[in-house]
Every structure is written in structure tokens, then in C-alpha cells.
């Protein structure tokens, strides 16, 4: 299916007809929808103009978000440049107003400028307006009056104001996210609600159609078109929401979720079921040498799957420098021309050629459709390494892996190490074409104990887009000292949180009993800037305020090895609701007690090359062939349609009663 | 033999608890100048004290941060202090640690089975370290001891305890020492997760190995070294700059660049010998400053550790201005910085013109505001923060509007932060139009940024450059506009213009006005595309008369026609 940029919702469905064609289907219940048109539109896709998007901001502040934090990306390059504003200065506009950091009003709207501004914006054909004034966390009574004066004027274009859809303090962050979702309305909000109503025109029932979010939940397509920035990650999300019920279904306790597949490998951690989410991210960043430069995109100020991504896939090249060392990435072959042996025309050499090379990989893929080269691996190899670095084709090749694999450690210990956690108490969820191959490899680095193949890896990722809830964030900012936090208030606040949440999600149509809610407090010492979340307790009582001080002081000391005696301020209250959606069960068969080795399931035999014993003689088997109860030593190598698992000596591999395979040390 | 697989990794991971260790630090931090604005940087150095890995962090603090180890390291062999293992130790003493007073230096060993095997430092920028001013960094001080406290190379923390007698010490002699306390508590909590990363690398992969990887770790980064630098041609060329407003006069900075096979000399003879005023630089500085400069025209993403080092000597004299001796005053040596690197930069134009940008603004805009609270409550307070300026066009690009260039990266604060945690009330923040520099590439707009005092009294230092000489422009490019700082005075409306390094008492309701400079320009203005003058019309920062003056651009409407 060709994708259609210019109005997306043909290709989708078109898509959406031809797998009714097939599998003659009378009534849909839901759609659950992912989608990079956010991000491409970002990324500057061809038929995907941004639209005229304006500012209105506080007076004297004109220039805030094209200045954004002074700071430039790169340190050293003198040939920097900064992202281009997504709104041009002529369209940022400024009016007299002020409410002070407490809230007070310390200078008027004027509501004649603003008129003038917006009959300005109707001449132009704007067709979003974001609204952005400062302090309007703390009281949003002027962003409100503009809102709705703007919206009277302007009764075609979308108006965002900033205490909808960010309500916090420092305002560049809060611009930028508001901006971003101004920029988004008119693609995104638009074309969701365009497809929901093709699809209810198909008579097929009325199909509830679900938005895929960067945190991994979702929402209806109504409530997702009210922030679309907050969709914009959407498709990696999937993949770790699948890994989260594999990880759940399975009682995994500390689970990393590892993608691995052309260009990159994606890792994020997932505890007791569930993803860990970041509180800010980046799109449309600058990519130098493959590698994203953090300060280069626009920040969007919301909840988001915390992925750590590195370029190391199959398609990554491996290079000699000027130092004539082996270095591997960040450049990739892509799909197209692809790896060396692919015969596509690639001529340098990719970590997919160093598998073929090193007996990890067959010669076929996707069943038979890619033949694989091993001259061509050879040759790509030869010319652009060994030559120029004096390595050996097996230490070219095992190099090459060697250097992938720690770049992808990399990616696991920001994803753990940095938030405190020690990775060897982690299974590895491995997926993606190339994520099992690595996988053991990866585990052996790092101390990982655990691997866990789940079926068919290679589209792995879309199976999460069956398995999300619904997930709204609410917070409320109460910036008040510990001290001086009435508890009774607070309860009130939560509850307030809580019942609008319930709220949205009954209009979701989630009945009582699978919602969910979570209570968290993000809290610092009063002179930090950088919260830590403790979870908060329900009801909050009289007790609440000391068990919050407690809870931080531990969590202060666990994350900085110290604790001061100063007063902690409480910044957000926040809800985090789920809406539980029944989902599709995976079968399970029921194992008796002992696994035996699958007898005469080897496919062949052929040689492997594994670090601490050298080339080895492996046996191979089909993964269909393989049935829950079996089990293979390493060294194996097991192959199926979209991906293959390698299991080094010392590990023993087991297929579990859901078919998953489960690899560990012996 | 270390593999050069294991060294590859083991760099990676170094640079990597380097840039833990910068995350810890700011998130634990006290003052809007860390938290907020990251004026700290990280690094790693081997059991001699050589740099191994750096965080990209402030180039200041980095280039000077290797120089700055050795000399606390040896200082303390000489006064025969002892280091164990959960020690850290730190410094201000700017003829040791390398730059002004406010940036304090910790230095921690890393043990590993009682072996010493490495050293992590940070360096941060605090707010105040006592002195005649708030902030500390003042325009008239004539020597060090009238820039705030100095402490040689002191433990602060023995065997994992921390010195209760000598926070007290510092504390008692700084303003905001709550504040301060914060911060040195975040120093420590980083230094202690960067030897945190190393003891986990010896213990992956042995002692013996991890020495030689440090080793081969630090001839990598001289073979690329030189493998760049063998990609310029060889050159020697001299240039001259200048810092104004210093006891009634100008300093010269004079540099000559020789360029030659795979290794690079800087020599600052000819320079003006250290004044009785604040801009004296110490080694460390001017070692950083000229470096960075010859790091951005060879390779940016070169590693930088001491294998750099090995290939770029820079000679100095001593007692100058670009290497001045005790008792020299140094706070305001972070303009020296830059305006290193604009001479080193005008210099190398004169070789490789392709590769140099014309002049950004050549300051940080320093501006400290505080004093003591009206209300006799005892406390004290500082603010500070630097501010964002143009930087000079390129071949084949503008240059950037509101940006920090060369030797700071610091943050803005944010306004709401400001706001909500000092008297002080921010009145506009916004591009300056006009500033920048025409060209075929024209130089990045500076900045417009105010504040109003909202007590009754404060001490406002400003510590700037080029308010007269302004930024230059390269290949027929025009010079940016000078910087401009002023109050406004509440009572009496009378603006009062200050000169680019000044000290003044603020009352309630004035308002601090800062305009940064813009970058200078780079190739002809007329040849610049006519469509690139109209968008900037369009955009306000540029008027129609200076499009018609400069460029030879006539604009009508919205369409802009070239005058044949």
C-alpha cells in the first residue's frame, strides 16, 4: 500500500477495505491507529506543508520561543545553526498584559490590541493560533479572555492556549509545546477526525477508532486531535507496549524492551508491566552523522515512552578512520541499497554482513525472497576494512559485531544506569529483525541472565497497538513548601483530577471497573529545579505530608547519595488514569514438568563463530518446529520468517507454553 | 596489548560517566545558574592527571579543567597532602585551578582496591564567593582578594565525610550559603557517580587493562589529531584585538599561528602585560580559548583529551595579560576568553578564510544583580546569568541569532524561575533588530533583555565588550552593532549608560537594560539574495532604509527588487 501525504486518510483506508476483501468482515469495533504523520511533517516530507501558524504572546516577549534556551547544539562546530522557528517573527504578535509569578493581575488585557491582532491574522489565513502568556500556570484568567475573543474572530481557526495543553512553569518549554500542537491541529486533529467519519461511512458497525499517544496509552481520536503533540511518538511506543505484556504475562518483574532493526535499536526499561515514561522530548531534531542532536528539534513538554535510541542495526556501516581504527555507525545502508550482501548494490559493510560472515545468519531471508552474498559480504569487508586496518575478515567481522553490540549497551545503561538501576537485574525482551541475534550477545556484555524471544519479532511491534489502555495524564501545579500543604486541599485537588479523569474515560466508553488511577507528587528541595516523583497516597490525610517528605528524602538519598535538611517544595500533583481495555489473550499450553531436546528437528548443521570459542560447529533449527516444552543448548541457531535467534555455548534455550523462547545462562 | 574493540568501549564509557556525572550535578543543584543555565562541566583524568574524557559541556571550564588538575594535584604533592579513597578536594585559587574565583574546582581520586586509578573532577560557576560585589565579579577590583574567597586546593569531604569546618568556613564568607551549600553537595554527589563508572569498568575489565586503554585512549585522540591537522595547509599568521574600557584604556591581545606538519604553535608574544583591572587571564584560560578555536577549524567531534593537547603548544609570556601572575586580578577573564578567540579566529582567516566565522559578539554579558534584603532578616542575595548575543555570518550561512558562542553554553534563566525566586522582574526579552552585521551572510541579531528591580537596593555589576570596538566582519562583510547596557532610572526616567565593565546601585523600580551585540558579517552585502533581505524585512529585524543602504535592496510592499 503507497502511502498518500497529501491526505493520508485515502491511503488508510484503502488499507483498512482491502483487509475486510479479505477476511470478509461485517462489523469493526475499533481501530487503534499509529501514525508518523506528525513527525514526517516535521521532518519535512514532501506534500506535507506546515500550516500558517501565529503566536500571541505577553508584551515584550516576542522572540521567546526562536530563542528558545541561548544554548547551541553543537560546542565545538563553528558552522552551527539553530532550528528555524515553526512560526515566523512577523506572525508572533504581542499584547499588553501581565499576571505576576503569584497570580496577581499586575497589568490588564488590552482587548483592543488583541482585536486589532486578530483581524491581522484573519487577513493573513492563519489557521491556528497559539496563545501564550506568562504565568499563566498559576492563573490562566488572561490566556482564557484571549481564547475566547480570538475564537469569536476567528471562528475557522484552531486556538491553543497554553493552559490547555501545558500547564507549567518555564515558559520556553511551555511556547514550544503549545506551538507544536498549534502546528499539529490543522494536519493531525484535522485528519483524525476526517478518517473517523470515512470509517463510520463504511457501514461496518461504528468502529470506535483509537489514537496511538507517545506514552504508550491511548485515547479516542477526539480527546488525541485536543493535544495531537502528544501522539507524535506513537510508533515506537507500540513495540514497548508489546513487551510490556509479554513482560507482564510472563511476572517479569524488571524487563528492558530491546528493538532492534535496520538503522537503530531502540531500548527502554519496563517495570512490573509497565513502560517507564520521561516527561519531555524532542522532534524534529537535527541528524548529524545518523546520531540526533539533543537542543536541535522542538521540545514537546509531554509524557513519552522513555526510549533510548542508538544507531546500531542491521543496515550500520562499518568504517576504518583516519586513525585507522574500526568504527562502526552511526551511518547506515538502509534498507536501500541495504547490506553489502544483499547484492542491491551496497558496498560497504553492515553488521547484517558481519553476521553473514560469521555463521549467524543463513543464506536466505524472509523465507527465500533475500538471497545473501557472502562474496559480496567478503569483498565489502576486505576493500573498506581489512585493508585500511590491518584487521583480519574475522576480526573485521567479530569487530564489527563487538562495537555494534557496545554501542547498544550504550543504549541499555542510559536506560538503566542513569536512572539507578543495576541492568543484570533485567530480562532482555528482544524483537525486531535483528533484535534476537544480538540479543545473548548483549545479555553476556551486560550480565543479563535473562533473554526472551516472543513470536514472530520481526512485526512484534504492531501487536502492542492491541494491547494499550487508555492513559490520560492530569496534572495540577501546587509549588507550595511541604509545610505549607493543607492536606484536605490537596485531597481536593487530587479528586478533582480524579473525577475528570473518570470523566473523560466514561465519554471513552471505559466502564468503572477497569479504571485505574495513580497518584504521584513531583517534589525537590525548594531551591532545586529538577523534580523527583514519589508516589502519593490515597486518601491523603493529616499522615500524607510526612509520608511525601519521607518518601523524597529516601528517594533524594537513593538517587544522590545524600539528603539535605532543608524544606521540599511539592511542584505538580498528578493523576495518571488508565482506562483497561479487554484484550486479545495469547494461548498458552500447559507445560508438564521437564523440557526435552526436540528430537531430529535439526535443520542443518554450519559453522558460527562465538567469542570465548571460536568457530563452532551449530546446529540449526525452524522455529516452527519448535513446540512449547522443547528445549536446545547452545550453541543453536534459530531461524524463522522475519528474524533469527542465536544461542551462544552456555546458554540454554526453552520454549515456554505461549511459544515464547526463553534463553538463559546454564 | 589492550585490543582496539575494549579502548573503544572503554572511551565511550568514560565519556559517558563524564556525562552522568553533568546530570547529577545540575539536577541536585541550588542555584538558577547550574540548574537552570548548566554552568558546570565534567570530566575524567588518569592517575597522572591527564584528561581522558570530557562531557560537552562549557569549553571554558573543559579546555581549562585539564591544566587545572595537574596543578592542584601537584600543588598538593608539594604541601605534602595526602589523598585516600572518598576524598575530595576543592579549589578556586585562579593560578592553580585555571579560571576565575567562581568557578570551583573538585577533584576526586578514584581507588580501586587501594590502587589510585583515575581522578574525577567538576568544575561549576557559583553565584557568589564573597568579594565587594554581589556575584563576586566586579569591574574595578585591581587585586584577586577584592574578587571574593580563595581557596587553595582544601579537602572538603576525608574518607567519605564531609568537612563540617571548612563548608562553614566557605559558607560564612559567601553570600546566598544555602544556596552555595546546595551546590558543593551536588559537586560531591558527582564526582561520586563518575568514580562510580570507573570502579565498574576496572572491574569489568581488570586494572591492567583499563591503564593501557587509558593510555591508547589518549594516543587516539593524537593520531586523529593529527590526521586533521594534516588536512590544512601549513601557515603562519599573526593578528591583533582588543578589550576596552581597562583603567582609561585598551589592551592588546597579539597572536601569532603557526601551522606546520601535524602540530600547531600559538604564541601570545606582544601582548599587553596584566593591568590592574579584572581581565586578566590565567594560563588555564587562555589555553582553552586558543585551542577551541583550532578544535573548530580542524575537527569538531574530535575527542578532546590530552592527546589534543600534545599537538597545540600555546606560549604565553608571563605577567601578560593572556598569563597573568598573583596578584593579578581575573574575574572578568571570561571576556578575555572570547576575545582569545576572536584574535586567534581573525588570525587563521588570513589562511583559511572558508573555515573561520567573522566576529560573534565577543563577550558573555555578564550580569550580576543582589545585596542584602532591606528588612534586616541578615540574608543576602545574588543573581547571575549571561546573555545570548550574535553570532558572526559564515561562508555559506548567516550567523545565528541569539545564541551564546565560543567559550560559554550556559542557559537562560527561565523569566517564571526569575520571577518567582528573586526581586526581580523581567521586562523583555526579545532579538535586537538591526544588530547583526549585513553581508552576503549577515551576523546573528544580539538580544534586548531587561529587569526591574522590585526592593528597595541592589548592586548591579555589568561586566561586557565591544559597547566600542565593534564585532568585525570578514571578506567585505560590515561589523556588527556594538553592545549597549544602561538603567533606567524609576524616579527621574534619566537612562544612564554604562560602559562595558561598571558597577552601579539600583533602586527600587529601575530597570537593567542589556542589549547584546550582533555578529559580524561575512562576504560583500550586495551580493547577498534578494529574497534573503526581504524575509529579514519581513521579519522586523531589519528596516527598509538599511536593506537600501547596506544590501541596495529596495523594498515595496512585499517584494524586493535589487537596484540595477
Excluded at chain 1, 541457531?637 to 545462562?665: H, M
Amino acid at each position: 500500500m503507497l502511502s498518500t501525504p497529501t491526505d493520508p486518510s485515502i491511503g488508510v483506508l484503502e488499507g483498512i477495505k482491502e483487509v475486510i476483501n479479505e477476511s470478509g468482515a461485517k462489523v469493526i469495533d475499533v481501530i487503534v491507529h499509529a501514525t508518523t504523520l506528525g513527525t514526517n511533517a516535521f521532518l519535512g516530507q514532501a506534500g506535507l506543508e506546515l500550516p500558517k501558524v501565529a503566536l500571541i504572546t505577553t508584551e515584550g516577549f516576542r522572540d521567546v520561543l526562536e530563542i528558545g534556551r541561548q544554548r547551541r547544539a553543537e560546542l565545538y562546530n563553528p558552522f552551527i545553526t539553530k532550528p528555524k522557528p515553526l512560526i515566523p517573527r512577523r506572525l508572533r504578535f504581542t499584547v499588553a498584559e501581565r499576571i505576576s509569578h503569584e497570580g496577581k493581575e499586575l497589568k490588564p488585557l488590552s482587548k483592543d490590541e488583541l482585536k486589532k491582532i486578530a483581524e491581522t491574522l484573519r487577513d493573513e489565513g492563519v489557521k491556528s493560533v497559539a496563545i501564550v502568556f506568562l504565568h499563566s500556570y498559576v492563573n490562566p484568567e488572561h490566556e482564557r479572555m484571549a481564547e475566547e475573543l480570538v475564537g469569536e474572530e476567528l471562528p475557522n481557526a484552531y486556538v491553543v492556549p497554553s493552559y490547555k495543553v501545558d500547564p507549567e512553569y518555564r515558559e520556553f518549554e511551555r511556547v514550544s509545546t503549545t506551538v507544536v500542537n498549534a502546528v499539529l491541529m490543522p494536519l493531525l486533529s484535522k485528519y483524525f477526525s476526517k478518517l473517523n467519519s470515512l470509517l463510520k461511512n463504511l457501514r461496518l458497525g461504528r468502529p470506535e477508532l483509537l489514537i496511538m499517544k507517545s506514552d504508550g496509552g491511548f485515547s479516542t481520536s477526539t480527546e488525541a486531535g485536543k493535544v495531537p503533540a502528544a501522539t507524535i511518538e506513537s510508533g515506537p511506543a507500540a513495540g514497548v507496549i508489546a513487551a510490556s505484556r509479554v513482560a507482564k504475562e510472563l511476572g517479569i518483574m524488571r524487563a528492558l524492551s530491546f528493538d532492534m532493526g535496520g538503522t537503530t535499536a531502540k531500548v527502554s526499561t519496563i517495570l512490573e508491566g509497565r513502560p517507564e515514561v520521561t516527561k519531555e522530548f524532542e522532534v524534529g531534531g537535527k541528524v548529524h552523522k545518523g546520531r540526533l542532536i539533543r537542543g536541535s528539534g522542538y521540545v514537546i513538554r509531554y509524557p513519552h515512552i522513555d526510549l533510548v535510541e542508538v544507531s546500531a542495526g542491521g543496515g550500520t556501516i562499518a568504517w576504518v578512520d583516519e586513525a585507522g581504527h574500526l568504527r562502526v555507525g552511526p551511518y547506515s545502508a538502509g534498507s536501500e541499497p541495504g547490506p553489502a550482501s544483499y547484492g542491491r548494490g551496497g558496498k560497504d559493510p553492515t553488521v547484517t554482513d558481519a553476521n553473514l560472515l560469521l555463521g549467524r545468519l543463513g543464506d536466505s531471508l524472509a523465507g527465500g525472497e533475500i538471497v545473501l552474498s557472502k562474496d559480496l559480504a567478503v569483498q565489502a569487508f576486505r576493500k573498506k576494512v581489512c585493508s585500511s586496518s590491518g584487521l583480519s575478515l574475522e576480526e573485521a567481522s567479530y569487530g564489527t559485531l563487538t562495537l555494534a553490540n557496545a554501542e547498544m549497551a550504550r543504549a541499555i545503561r542510559i536506560a538503566t544506569v542513569e536512572k539507578g538501576y543495576d541492568p543484570r537485574d533485567f530480562a532482555l525482551i528482544a524483537f525486531g529483525g535483528a533484535g534476537p541475534m544480538h540479543a545473548c550477545d548483549l545479555a553476556a556484555e551486560l550480565g543479563l541472565k535473562k533473554v526472551i524471544i516472543p513470536l514472530a519479532p520481526g512485526v512484534f511491534s504492531a501487536l502492542g497497538l492491541l494491547l494499550a489502555d487508555y492513559r490520560h495524564e492530569f496534572k495540577a501545579s501546587v509549588l507550595k513548601p511541604l509545610s505549607k500543604v493543607v492536606p484536605e486541599d490537596l485531597e481536593g485537588i487530587f479528586k478533582s483530577m480524579e473525577s475528570k479523569a473518570r470523566r473523560v474515560l466514561r465519554d471513552e466508553g471505559v466502564p468503572d471497573e477497569r479504571i485505574f488511577m495513580l497518584r504521584y507528587a513531583d517534589m525537590r528541595y525548594v531551591k532545586q529545579s529538577h523534580e523527583l516523583v514519589v508516589e502519593a497516597p490515597k486518601p491523603f490525610g493529616e499522615e500524607g505530608i510526612n509520608y511525601l517528605r519521607e518518601a523524597f528524602t529516601r528517594k533524594h538519598e537513593e538517587v544522590y547519595g545524600y539528603f539535605m535538611s532543608d524544606e521540599a517544595i511539592l511542584v505538580n500533583a498528578r493523576v495518571s488514569a488508565f482506562g483497561e481495555v479487554i484484550k486479545p489473550s495469547f494461548r498458552k499450553e500447559v507445560l508438564k514438568e521437564s523440557f526435552k531436546s526436540p528430537p531430529d528437528l535439526i535443520k542443518a548443521f554450519r559453522r558460527t563463530y562465538f567469542r570465548d570459542s571460536g568457530w563452532v560447529r551449530t546446529a540449526v533449527y525452524c522455529r516452527s518446529s519448535l513446540r512449547p516444552g522443547h528445549e536446545v543448548e547452545g550453541p543453536a541457531v534459530i531461524e524463522e520468517y522475519d528474524s533469527t535467534t542465536v544461542v551462544p555455548p552456555g546458554w540454554v534455550l526453552r520454549v515456554d507454553g505461549f511459544s515464547n523462547l526463553i534463553i538463559e545462562r546454564i | 596489548m589492550v585490543d582496539k574493540v575494549t579502548s573503544e568501549v572503554i572511551r565511550r564509557g568514560l565519556e559517558y560517566a563524564a556525562e552522568e556525572m553533568g546530570i547529577k550535578l545540575r539536577n541536585a543543584a541550588y542555584s538558577p545558574n547550574i540548574k537552570e543555565r548548566m554552568d558546570h562541566s565534567c570530566a575524567i583524568f588518569d592517575s597522572s592527571g591527564s584528561n581522558l574524557a570530557q562531557a560537552e559541556h562549557i569549553p571554558l571550564h573543559l579546555g581549562s579543567m585539564g591544566w587545572g588538575v595537574k596543578k592542584t594535584l601537584n600543588y598538593l604533592v608539594k604541601e605534602s597532602i595526602k589523598l585516600s579513597e572518598d576524598d575530595v578536594v576543592i579549589v578556586n585559587y585562579p593560578y592553580i585551578s585555571g579560571t576565575h574565583l567562581n568557578d570551583v574546582l573538585t577533584v576526586a581520586p578514584v581507588y580501586f582496591r587501594n590502587k589510585l586509578i583515575a581522578y574525577t573532577a567538576s568544575k561549576a560557576h557559583y553565584v557568589d564567593v564573597g568579594g565587594k560585589v554581589p556575584g563576586s565579579i566586579s569591574g574595578d577590583a585591581t587585586e584577586l582578594h577584592e574578587e571574593g574567597l580563595v581557596i587553595p586546593p582544601t579537602k572538603v569531604v576525608e574518607a567519605g565525610s564531609l568537612r563540617k569546618e571548612v563548608l562553614d568556613l566557605i559558607l560564612r564568607n559567601v553570600r546566598s550559603p544555602e544556596v552555595i551549600k546546595g551546590d558543593l553537595m551536588a559537586q560531591v554527589a558527582a564526582c561520586d557517580v563518575g568514580s562510580k563508572r570507573v570502579k565498574e569498568l576496572a572491574i569489568k575489565y581488570g586494572v591492567a587493562v583499563l591503564e593501557e586503554a587509558f593510555k591508547e585512549i589518549i594516543d587516539y585522540s593524537e593520531a586523529l589529531t593529527k590526521a586533521s591537522l594534516l588536512n590544512l595547509p601549513d601557515f603562519s599568521v599573526e593578528a591583533e584585538d582588543y578589550l576596552e574600557d581597562i583603567a582609561g584604556g585598551e589592551a592588546v591581545i597579539h597572536v601569532k599561528v603557526i601551522k606546520a606538519n601535524d602540530s600547531v604553535r600559538i604564541d601570545f608574544t606582544g601582548s599587553s602585560p596584566q593591568v590592574p583591572a579584572p581581565v586578566n587571564a590565567p594560563y588555564g584560560v587562555t589555553l582553552a580559548s586558543s585551542t577551541f578555536a583550532i578544535k573548530a577549524v580542524t575537527d569538531p567531534q574530535l575527542p578532546v583529551n590530552e592527546g589534543f593537547y600534545r599537538r597545540v603548544s600555546v606560549e604565553a609570556p608571563e605577567g601578560s595579560i593572556v598569563n597573568a601572575t598573583y596578584p593579578a586580578p581575573v574575574g572578568a577573564s571570561i571576556e578575555t576568553a572570547q576575545r582569545i578567540v576572536d584574535t586567534v579566529y581573525l588570525a587563521l582567516s588570513k589562511a583559511i578564510p572558508e573555515k573561520v566565522p567573522a566576529a560573534s559578539c565577543g563577550s558573555m554579558n555578564n550580569v550580576l544583580i543582589g545585596g542584602g534584603n532591606s528588612d534586616g532578616g541578615g540574608s543576602t542575595w545574588a543573581f547571575y546569568e549571561t546573555i545570548a548575543c550574535g553570532y558572526g555570518g559564515r561562508k555559506g550561512l548567516d550567523g545565528v541569532d541569539a545564541i551564546h558562542c565560543n567559550m560559554t553554553n550556559t542557559m537562560n534563566t527561565p523569566i517564571e524561575v526569575i520571577e518567582a525566586e528573586l526581586p526581580l522582574q523581567v521586562i523583555r526579552y526579545e532579538l535586537r533588530p538591526s544588530s547583526g552585521g549585513a553581508g552576503e551572510w549577515r551576523g546573528g541579531m544580539g538580544v534586548i533583555r531587561s529587569f526591574k528591580l522590585l526592593t528597595n537596593k541592589a548592586k548591579l555589576t555589568v561586566i561586557g565588550e565591544r559597547v566600542k570596538r565593534r564585532p568585525w566582519g570578514l571578506e567585505g562583510g560590515l561589523p556588527g552593532m556594538p553592545a549597549k547596557y544602561y538603567v533606567v532610572k524609576a524616579l527621574t526616567n534619566e537612562v544612564i549608560q554604562l560602559g562595558s565593565k561598571a558597577t552601579v546601585t539600583l533602586e527600587e523600580g529601575d530597570e537593567v537594560v542589556i542589549e547584546t551585540a550582533g555578529g559580524g558579517g561575512y562576504g560583500d552585502p550586495f551580493r547577498r539574495d534578494t529574497e534573503r533581505v526581504l524575509q529579514d524585512y519581513l521579519d522586523g529585524l531589519i528596516t527598509a532604509e538599511e536593506a537600501m543602504k547596506y544590501y541596495g535592496v529596495v523594498i515595496k510592499g512585499n517584494e524586493a527588487f535589487r537596484r540595477t
